[in-house]
């Protein structure tokens, strides 16, 4: 008879089941001690715990699970202490605009300056300027600083007199306000961007106030926001009590928005629809309503004046050439004190609109889907600053681009200086001395007079590339 063999399996398995009885006891074991830990702490102390107190606690138990030694574990939340573990209050959204938010409890008093927020969202100050040309000291020379602080140490944080259950939005119209292409780029497009998505349920915090810019805009505003703009300079003894604060504005590009940066991918064509819906404004684009061959519906050319600098000296000799040519002439000059709805209609109407480079060019924003813009270019190679305020813009809004360079026999500088002065002969020695002496140059001390059979031609392509386009020959 053969011996008996022990196998070793049941040995294997006898080790296995004492691996498996060693660990069960184990996690017991640490769960009694999770228990004894937290559950005997009071939930009123949970509630006070910080984030960071939490996130520590919580790598202290992982180590002490792991068998890691103390030494360790005091390390490792060492280094996490030293972690800023909140997202940062403060960013920078372009290199025009820092924007700053806070969510929780916040606390606005305007007439201080100063946003309170719980210690838990932010442990230092900042300061900040809500306007978006943070690089240009003209602009922020008299607008006034905002500081974002984190409730006092040592005295109760600033009492509640109005809570609300809407975000706010916190901005200043000071700086280039009053230009109105200022207005746009600065202000109300990057205000569309941060705001539109709340679809009306935002409060506006301004700062800088100006009445007249406030009526002058209010159509806008209240496309925006549903409740009244508080003013922050004046909103004495009141502490406002939000859940959710954005201070400053997201800037993108002059006139335009980016779609992949703003909320839901809005676009500079949702913005023109908002001020279509604003002024009542009844051309979405400029395509004939009726029968496109109809005669008694002449191209409407829409002139913009001027009456101080980069003036039109023969701007009824244009008229009439346009008019020689098949157009509904219409001149304007708009100023600060001209009706903003009024004027966008009027631009509305237009087919092509024609002006020297400046801020009434802005109404472009007021133009059908299709419509043509001539910029007339002062000479003095500012061939760069018409490109990058309307040039640029103009696709993205769907309109048609020219525009008419003028030359110096064209030009009132061939009455201020000899043709072989630099203004004429190295236009870029004077843009080395600063924008103030190219502004003085060429912006503030020129005006134009453009040859009516060049301007002709202009006038030709733009009708020719119009929706509803009538080819004429040249």
């Known amino acids: 008879m053969k011996p008996l063999r022990t196998s070793p399996r049941p040995e294997a398995r006898r080790t296995g089941n004492a691996f498996i009885i060693a660990s069960m006891l184990l996690s017991l074991c640490i769960m009694s001690l999770i228990k004894a830990r937290y559950c005997a702490v009071p939930f009123g102390k949970l509630q006070e715990s910080t984030e960071l107190e939490l996130a520590m606690e919580t790598l202290r138990m992982v180590t002490a699970k792991r068998g890691d030694p103390a030494s360790k574990g005091e390390k490792v939340s060492g280094e996490i202490a030293a972690m800023d573990l909140k997202k940062p209050l403060c960013v920078e959204t372009s290199r025009r605009s820092d924007v700053c938010e806070a969510v929780g409890d916040v606390r606005v008093k305007g007439s201080w300056?100063?946003?309170?927020?719980?210690?838990?969202?932010?442990s230092q100050e900042w300061k900040m300027k809500p306007y978006a040309r943070k690089h240009d000291r003209p602009a922020l020379a008299h607008i006034k600083e905002w500081a974002i602080k984190p409730f006092p140490d040592q005295e109760p944080a600033p009492a509640c007199t109005v809570n609300y259950t809407i975000p706010a939005v916190v901005f200043s119209i000071g700086g280039y306000t009053g230009n109105l292409f200022h207005d746009f780029t600065d202000v109300l497009v990057p205000l569309f961007i941060t705001s539109y998505h709340f679809h009306g349920d935002v409060q506006f915090v301004i700062a800088d106030a100006k009445s007249w810019w406030l009526s002058k805009f209010s159509l806008i505003?209240?496309?925006?926001?549903?409740?009244?703009?508080?003013?922050?300079?004046?909103?004495?003894?009141?502490?406002?009590?939000?859940?959710?604060?954005?201070?400053?504005?997201?800037?993108?590009?002059?006139?335009?928005?980016?779609?992949?940066?703003?909320?839901?991918?809005?676009?500079?064509m949702d913005f023109k629809e908002m001020l279509r819906k604003s002024y009542g404004l009844e051309r979405p684009t400029a395509e004939p309503l009726g029968d496109q061959w109809d005669v008694r519906r002449k191209p409407r050319l829409l002139i913009i004046s001027r009456k101080t600098s980069r003036v039109f000296l023969n701007e009824r000799g244009m008229s009439d050439m346009a008019m020689s040519l098949g157009f509904?002439?219409?001149?304007?000059?708009?100023?600060?004190?001209?009706?903003?709805?009024?004027?966008?209609?009027?631009?509305?109407?237009?087919?092509?609109?024609?002006?020297?480079?400046?801020?009434?060019?802005?109404?472009?924003?007021?133009?059908?889907a299709g419509a043509v813009l001539i910029q007339v270019v002062p000479m003095g190679n500012l061939e760069w600053l018409a490109r990058d305020t309307f040039e640029n813009p103009s696709p993205d809004m769907q309109l048609k681009y020219l525009d008419y360079r003028i030359q110096a026999d064209e030009s009132?500088?061939?009455?201020?200086?000899?043709?072989?002065?630099?203004?004429?002969?190295?236009?870029?020695?004077i843009h080395k001395k600063g924008w103030n002496e190219l502004s003085r140059t060429y912006l503030e001390n020129q005006d134009v007079k453009p040859h009516l059979g060049r301007l002709r031609i202009t006038l030709l392509e733009a009708l020719n590339i119009m929706p509803h386009s009538r080819k004429m020959t040249q």
Not at 412 to 429: A, I, N
């Open 113 to 122: 300056q100063t946003i309170f927020v719980h210690p838990s969202l932010a």
């Open 221 to 268: 505003l209240k496309q925006l926001s549903k409740y009244e703009i508080i003013d922050a300079d004046n909103d004495q003894d009141v502490v406002r009590c939000f859940p959710r604060v954005i201070i400053g504005l997201n800037f993108h590009k002059e006139l335009g928005i980016d779609p992949a940066k703003a909320p839901n991918g809005y676009s500079i």
């Open 328 to 368: 509904d002439v219409r001149i304007a000059d708009p100023d600060v004190a001209t009706d903003l709805g009024k004027f966008a209609r009027l631009v509305n109407s237009a087919d092509v609109m024609i002006g020297v480079h400046g801020a009434g060019l802005t109404n472009i924003v007021f133009l059908p």
């Open 412 to 429: 009132t500088l061939s009455d201020q200086y000899p043709r072989d002065h630099p203004v004429f002969t190295d236009p870029q020695s």
